[in-house]
């Protein structure tokens, strides 16, 4: 009888497939992948691949993206139900709306939102590039959504006039002051870093904001030993794989994303099996769409 992961590998062959992951997913999903990391690496990982059918273990926007990226490729999304309520908090017709009283500003939309959303935007980002991005910028004033607080990080490093879409992250905000403050508090040597998402209270008690890719390499540096880590808690697998010897300590256990915890590997197994769920963008969206994410992968 073979093992859930023997069955995988075997399917993933039979079927010229590529599995990538997000940092925030089960454990035993992120070691079957091929590849792990975060929004901007896998878009760039999903725009380079020549694999015919591409297994996205993340959240819905996620899938799109790559379907954005590779319209004659074949996108599974494991769990069709897996969205993000960040993604969810802003249509394309209140962008539209918000676009109508600001006419003369640059859309740039986080990466966590539809494709829909996208197609109404000048600019795409993730938050590891959001900085960059923004600072590329020309524009007198520009409409930054859905994350209101990325929105501010961004703002604040790059002095840019924005006007900022009331989203936010329920898992990031689950992240307080006092869980930073009592930390600390319990490893007054560690090194403090929080995702971008967090609010700006608990932002302003870090040493850095950073994304998950940019905690995996402040990490990996060898004068950090200790490190509270501010984001969602499945990101201490690769931490805690990668730099055997040092100690991480999630900032909050409750910071936990319910919709990133859908993709099982049972469910790997069966959409390899099934061709199912496929994940999708109409024509006319993803061209609207790639134009935006386009732009941002070439400013990298
Ligand atoms: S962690 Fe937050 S932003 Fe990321 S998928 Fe979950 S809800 Fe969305």
């Not at 089960?26 to 992948?33: G, H, K, L, P």
């Not at 878009?43 to 015919?52: D, L, V, W, Y």
Request: include cysteine; hydrophobic fraction near 40%.
């Amino acid at each position: 009888m073979k093992t859930i992961n023997d069955q995988i590998l075997q399917l993933k062959k039979d079927k010229n497939a590529v599995i990538l992951s997000h940092n925030y997913q089960r454990a035993e999903v992120q070691d079957i992948a091929d590849f792990v990391g975060d929004s901007l690496e896998l878009s760039q990982k999903a725009s380079k691949t020549s694999a015919a059918v591409i297994v996205f273990c993340g959240v819905h926007f996620m899938a799109e993206t790559a379907s954005i990226l590779n319209p004659d490729k074949t996108v599974l999304l494991p769990d069709a139900g897996a969205g993000c309520p960040m993604a969810n908090m802003i249509t394309a017709e209140q962008l539209r709306q918000k676009k109508a009283e600001y006419p003369n500003a640059t859309v740039v939309t986080y990466i966590n939102s539809s494709a829909a959303v996208k197609a109404e935007s000048d600019y795409c980002c993730t938050s590891a590039n959001g900085v960059k991005v923004v600072s590329s910028i020309n524009a007198e004033e520009i409409i930054f959504v859905p994350d209101q607080y990325l929105g501010s990080f961004i703002q604040k490093k790059t002095g840019k006039k924005m006007i900022l879409w009331p989203g936010y992250c329920p898992t990031h905000v689950k992240i307080l002051p006092e869980d930073i403050l009592r930390r600390k508090k319990e490893y007054p040597n560690a090194k403090v870093v929080v995702h971008p998402e967090c609010r700006p209270d608990v932002i302003d008690l870090a040493d850095e904001a950073l994304s998950t890719s940019g905690i995996l390499r402040y990490a990996a540096r060898p004068e950090v030993k200790e490190l509270i880590v501010g984001t969602e808690v499945e990101i201490l697998h690769r931490l805690n794989k990668e730099n055997p010897g040092k100690k991480f300590i999630p900032a909050s256990t409750k910071a936990v994303c319910p919709n990133m915890k859908k993709i099982t590997l049972e469910k790997v197994l069966e959409a390899l099996v099934t061709m199912a769920p496929v994940v999708k963008v109409p024509e006319e969206i993803r061209i609207k769409a790639f134009a935006c994410v386009d732009r941002m992968l070439k400013i990298g």
